[in-house]
Structure formats: C-alpha cells, structure tokens
C-alpha cells in the first residue's frame, strides 16, 4: 500500500532539509542507526554542529580563487561536496505560518485591534528593554576600561614600564580567558557579532540556539569583559544580536529554557510577527550603541531583514525612537554608575559618540581626495573581508589537525589570550620608540604654527587638551597675552591612539582644527597593526563586533589623506582652502571603510552623520561611500554575506546573480521546470499511518505536498502542503488514527476534541525526539497499525503556492524570496504535480549548474552551441 502513495527518488528529490542519510549492514543495524539519527532531532538530518570547529576536508581551492573567498558581487559562490551537505541540514521557515483550518479556528479567537495598539505597545517595551541593556554594556565597558588605564598609567608615570605591562596583560587576560570561556565552554553560538546568523534567520533560515536566554546571558557579559580589557572590537555587533534576542524573547512570552510560557499576546505568536519583532529589536540594538534611530532602521531594512512594510518602517522606528532615549536618559545621569545629579539633561558630549562642533564648508576641490578615500576604503576593506575569512579558515584547519575536543576548546581559549598579550604590551612599549611632540597653534589670525602654543584665541588651530602624556612631561600652561595661552608641556601621539577605548582614539581622530596633532609616523605606525588585530580578534571565540575598530581603521588612512594635503598645500583655517581638515578626511575615511567592508550604503551615511552631528560632510560622506561599494564589490562579497558563505548558512539574495562562461544570464529566458527538483515525494489527503512512518523514517524532507484524487479520469491533483514538522505532530497523536474502511464515512469537524490545536502546531522543533523516533518504529513494525489511516484534511496548508512549468525562473525567484517561501509546487496544465523548488534549487551554486545542465543539454539535441539564455554584458538580470 506505501508504494501506492510514495513516490520518491532519493537521489534527484532535493527538498527542504534535502540529504538522507545512507546506511549500510544488516536490518537490524540500519534499524538502530536511524533511530539514532532520527532520536536526535526528530529528523532523519544531522543538525549542524559548531561553526568554529566545522572543517571541510574536501577543500582544495588555491588561496584566491575565485569563487571562494575571492569572488565579485556578480561571481557566484563555489561550495564544496562537504559544505553543500551541511547547507542541506539547515532547515528553512516559512515567513507566514500554514493556512489550514486549526489555523483559521485559532485565529478566530485573536483580539483584532483597529489601531495595533498592542503592536505599538510591543514595539515600545521591546525598545525599552534594549535601551536599559544598551547602558549597562556601555558602563561596565567603561568602567572595566578606566579601571585598567588608570592604573597602568599610574605605573608608567611612575617609571614602572615592568609592572605597567604586568598588570595590564594580567589584568586583560583574566577578563579575556571569562569572556572567552563562557562560549566556548557554555554556548558556542554567542560567539561573533551574531549578524550573519540573525540575517539568515529572517532570510528564512533556521539556526540553532541564536534566540535562547542562555544565549543572551552569554552574549552580554562575553561583550562586556572582552571590549572592555581592550580587545581591538566593539560592541556594536553583539548588541544587534541582543537586541534580536529580546525581540524575539519578549514578543511571545515564552522560555523554553525556563519552562515559561505566559497566557498573553499569544496573536503574536506566529512566524511573521515573531521575524516582525527580531527585525525591529535588531534595528533597535543599533540604535541604541550608535544613538542613531534612524541609523538603526536602515541598518535592519538594508542588511538584516528580508521581509518589509512601510507599516513595519513606522513601527520599528519607533522601537529604534525608544531605545535611543532610554538609553540617552540613563546616560545622562550616570557615567560609570556614579550619579551625576544631572538625570534628563542630554548632553551632547554623551548622546553624540562623537561629536563635532566645528563643521567645514565643502568645497567642489574636496571630492577628489573623498575620491581617492573612496577608492582607498574599498580596497582595505576588500582585503579585510579576506583576511578575516582566511583566518577563519585557517583556525579550522588547525583545530580539525586536534582530535581531542578538550585540546580544541584549550586552542579556542589561549587565542583570544594571545591577541591580548600581543595587543597590551604593543600599547604600552610602542609609544616608548616615538619621541614626545610639542603642543602647536598660530599666535595670530594668520601665520606658521608655533611650537610651544596651547591656544590662541584669534585661530582655531590646536591640539586636544585630552591628548596622553604616556612618559612626557606635562609641563605648565600660562599666558602670554590676553589672546595667547603657552606650554611647554608635549604628549604622546602613538599613546593618545592606542590608550583608553576605541572611541577615545576615534574621537581623537575626528577632532577638528587639530592640523598638526597627530603625524605620519604614529599614523603609519598603528594603522597595520589595527587593521591586522581586528580583522584577527574579531573572528575569535568572544562576543564582539568590529563597527568602532573599521571606525578607527577608515579614520586613520583618512586623516594621513587630510595630513597629505596639509603638507602639499599648507594650513589654511579660512578662505577657499579651510576645507583642507584632516579631522573631515578622517571622518569620511571611516564611513569608506565602514562602506568598504559592509557594502552598506544609507545606513553607513546616516549612521555617520548621527554619530557625529556633521551634516556638513554629508556629500563627500556619501561619495566615499558609494565608491568604497564599487571598488569592493569588484573583489568581495560583503562581508557578512561572505561569513553566511563561509558558515554554509543559505541565504537569498534580493537579486538572483548567475554567470555562465563569464556573462550575466537572464533569467527570464529559463523556466521554473529547468531547476525544479522532481519526482516529487506526496502524501494523500487520507494517508496510511505506516505509510506516513516510513516516510519521515526514509526521508529528512522538511515538506510534502499534498495531492487528491478527482475528476473523470481519477488523477492525483495538487491539494496543498504539510511540513515535517506538522506530520510529527500529528503522528503522535493516536486519537486521530481510524480504519481505512471508514475513510467514506469519516468526517472530520473543528469542534472534534481530537483535533489538534494551533500552538501544538506552532512549535520550531520537537521537544521529544526519542520518544518520536520509537513511536514512528512501532507504527512501522506493529501490524495493528497497517490498516489505520489519517485525515490529513484540516491541517494542509490550503493557500500553498503551485506555479505551472513554464513560469519564467526570474518570476519564480521573486515570488520565493519576497514571500518567504518553504517550499514551491510545480505543476502541469492538469494541476498535477511535476516538480518542486526549495531555497536550496534557487541559491547561486544551484542554479549556476542546473543551468548549464540545460545548455549542454540543448547543445546535445540541437547538435550546437544554444546560448540563447545567457545575454550579453549589456543584458543583466
């Protein structure tokens, strides 16, 4: 009887979850081994296992080939066998939950507001709740950071270099080996900025533990104690995934960690208000460590979410509005938890991160150095993309070569420690070989700088009061004249770069009317080991971002740029030439990096402005920007798409991208039926329940379509779909099983206590997989059930998409991605189904090969070269 309803071909069927295992030996053997695969999870797939220590053995492309880590934005990424395999164990979501009749009843029941009030509600407290942990991470990151420089700076007053470096390093290494430790050893998957994973969830991709409370507490504190020993990272990242977190924890009330489940707001426990919240908890993690709301509902639209509404942009900028304020509220009372008796009064100096005062005017000249800023800001941040990712690669290598798993997690742990110790005793002793430099300004409206000065009045050249003496004299101040103020006092400029917080050292850099603070030696000097350090710490086993760090990178090359120009053609503070500031070129030398690396575009440009406050700079800002954007893309992938890559997450793009022989293809010149996966296995409305067993047991197939028998000729029409996980279900729901005999007679009503409900169908996972996996083999091998079937009726998702064979491919991706599909059915003109699509047939590897399949197989019948599909340069997709 199974071989009536199952139709199936293991080897060409590639649903979602495609790879079914294959096991050898006796009966009894294979028997065991399945139930031990399926005992795992509850499906026949072995879920991914830990990024970090993941290794492909089967790669042997050359350092850059293209492809791989080396690849343009029109270059579709190569996997290998390996890495396709453990693209096929993820499993994908559908963006809007199933529509089926237990759906329908339950939504029945759901309060409806006219005017989303609770939405808005929602929106509010989730922003709220990000904001308060915004501040905490901020103050304890400061606070561990005072604690540290304070006293080794004491020490190097003190002549005391030994203990200085001493008590840094031990200092930075017990918080490193805390940070470092709780994710390695307690949740693995806290580890990173968390982006690339939050990305591919809300593209449709289901990644495990990366919304759990264990996660969160993890992530939190692993921040906290790596950004504030002075680990070269930021915490921008772990704050996006934080932010996720709580949107996606506080929307639907729920732990299953803590085993809590609240009667409340159960409407919003659907698929699409859940990815609803994280993209808006995410935006709002932006908002709160930049304190740029309208930053942070860029960042979410343009790089994290895949799915948007114009109602959605209002609702998420107001849980951006939210956060911002809280924690612009909270800031204002307190710095480093002392109250500061000044609770609502939002200084600038604390709601601008860095905050500039003093704008330039822009002149026309200005856009050919912000050109070559551009220029150099997509090719530093093509190169750290590869860098990063070789590291990456590298670390598995390495660990792979280390068999036992205690041995791996001890590599894991003494990494970061290294960068540490590396990174203090660089800070400490480096500023030692550069000689102490003296304060300068110009005594006059006009003239040379003059060593010596502090400030005058009558010119705005000067250099920053804030800057660190390290070993020099601090000397005394006094004044000349009503408008001259002198010293002969020097400082540090290689210490005022790599002493404090990341921020302090960019806002250094961002400093206008400070010509002259900083010189080509200290710069050349720390731009190298910053751009090796973060692109090396920041793919360690911590929780940390690199935003501040590319801050400071971009900032760097763009203030030598802004020197540059000061040698070649003066000091000029006003007239025609006074936009010649090395502060601006630093600051849009960040936004080329930031843009070079991320290939964001507005939100970078915003990001930057509200950062800073210089709406003055907007233009040369955007132009550093776009070209940044042009020049990478030539190179790279951005770089969280290229870790998706690298982590074998399977993501979507906006726009399908395949090149075939070095030339773009039109995909509106291929049919659905060109890269359908077929025959397809199906189930019937009414389905044998050892039919159903033998099905999940032989297959891992996230989803099946649904077919029905009628009209004259008695063929198989498509009726819907079901997924894996809702067959499970119901398969361990006994009551719902009767006689075959009583299929005409049976009659299936929602009042029917049987029926299952919508928030046992509503689950991510199965709680219980043992106990699904014994069940599902007693069906198989217990006679009682050969005769039971099951009325599949009321839980077949009745708005399932079918498409017909020769819908247009560019028509089908389109319809996939903006839906959030599954799963998507081919049919014929009868309505019966041929084929199906999966997220998997439409990534750029799939369809790149399934594509040239059909070239060469029209080559084979037309006896010549058919390359009708794939357009020429001018004819992109």
Known sequence: ????????????????????????????????????????????????????????TDDEYSFLAAGRDYESMNTTHKYTDQERLTLAAYESLDYLPSHNDIYKKWIKHQRISSYQLDVWALMGFIGFTIGVIGFLLHQLIEKIADVKWEITQK??????????????????????IFSAG????????????????????????????????????????????????????????????????????????????????????????????????????????????????????????????????????WQIFFCCIVSTFTTDLFNSAFMDFDYTGSFGKFKTNRYILFEIDQGVDVNIVMFLPTLIIGIIGGLLGAAFTILNLKITRFRKTVLYKVKRDWAQKLIKLLEPCLIMVIVTI???????????????????????????????????????????????????????????????GTYNEVASLLFGTLEDAVTFL????????????????VLPFYFIAVSWACSTAVACGALVPMLMVGAIYGRIVGRLMVSMFGLHQTGYWEWMDPGAFALIGAASFFGGVTR???????????????????????????????VGDFFTHPIYHALLELKCIPFLDPEPRVTIDKKMVNLELFQAADIMSHPVVTVQTHEHVQTLAQLMTDSSHGGFPVIKKGGSDDEEHFYGMI????????????????????????????????????????????????????????YLH??????????????????????????????????????????????????IVKGIITRKDLMGFSLQERLTNRLILNHTLNGRVEMTPVASDSNFV
């Open 1 to 56: 009887m199974a071989n009536e309803y199952i139709r199936m071909d293991q080897e060409n069927t590639a649903m979602d979850g495609d790879v079914t295992p294959t096991v050898r030996g006796s009966s009894t053997t294979v028997t065991n081994r399945m139930k031990k695969v399926l005992g795992k999870s509850g499906t026949m797939n072995d879920q991914p296992s830990d990024d970090s220590t993941r290794y492909h």
């Open 155 to 176: 020490y190097i007053e003190d002549g005391e270099f030994s203990l200085a470096c001493l008590f840094a390093t031990g200092y930075s290494v017990a918080f490193i």
């Open 182 to 313: 709780i994710v390695i050893y307690l949740r693995p998957c806290a580890g990173g900025s968390g982006i690339p994973e939050i990305t591919g969830f809300l593209n449709g991709t289901n990644v495990r533990h990366i919304f759990n409370i264990k996660t969160m507490v993890v992530k939190f504190f692993s921040c906290v104690t790596c950004v504030g020993c002075g680990l070269p990272v930021g915490p921008e990242g772990p704050m996006i995934h934080l932010g996720a977190l709580v949107g996606a924890g506080l929307s639907q009330f729920r732990s299953e960690t803590l085993g809590i489940k609240l009667p409340i707001l159960e409407k919003f426990r659907t698929s699409e208000a859940r990815r609803n919240f994280i993209s808006a908890g995410a935006a709002a993690g932006v908002a709160s460590a930049f304190g740029a709301p309208v930053g942070g509902l860029l960042f979410s639209m343009e790089e994290v979410s895949s799915f948007w509404t114009v109602t959605l942009s």
């Open 426 to 488: 660089f800070s400490i002793l480096i500023p030692a070989a550069f000689t102490c430099t003296q304060f300068t300004c110009i005594e006059g409206q006009t003239g040379d700088a003059v060593k010596g000065c502090f400030n005058d009045t009558r010119n705005a050249l000067h250099v920053d009061e804030y800057v660190i003496r390290y070993t020099c004299p601090q000397g005394t101040i006094w004044r000349s004249s009503n408008t001259t103020v002198l010293t002969n």
């Open 510 to 525: 961002f400093s206008r009317d400070t010509h002259l603070e900083f010189n080509y030696p200290a710069l050349f000097s």
């Open 600 to 630: 964001l575009t507005l939100a970078t440009t915003v990001i930057m402005m509200e950062l800073t406050n210089d709406v003055q700079v907007l233009l040369p800002v955007m132009v550093s920007v776009m070209v940044a954007k042009w």
């Open 723 to 778: 997924t894996r996980l809702e067959l499970t279900v119901i398969m361990m729901n006994e009551d719902l099983f009767f006689p075959a005999a009583e299929i005409n007679d049976h009659y299936s009503s929602p009042d029917d206590p049987s029926w299952i409900e919508f928030d046992q169908l509503n689950i991510h996972k199965v709680q219980n997989p043992e106990e699904i996996s014994d069940k599902l083999f007693k």
């Open 782 to 831: 217990d006679s009682k059930y050969k005769d039971l079937v099951i009325d599949l009726n009321p839980y077949i998702n009745q708005s399932a998409l079918a498409i017909p064979e020769k819908f247009s491919l560019k028509r089908t991706y389109v319809i996939f991605r903006t839906l959030g599909l599954r799963h998507l059915t081919v049919i014929d003109n009868n309505n």
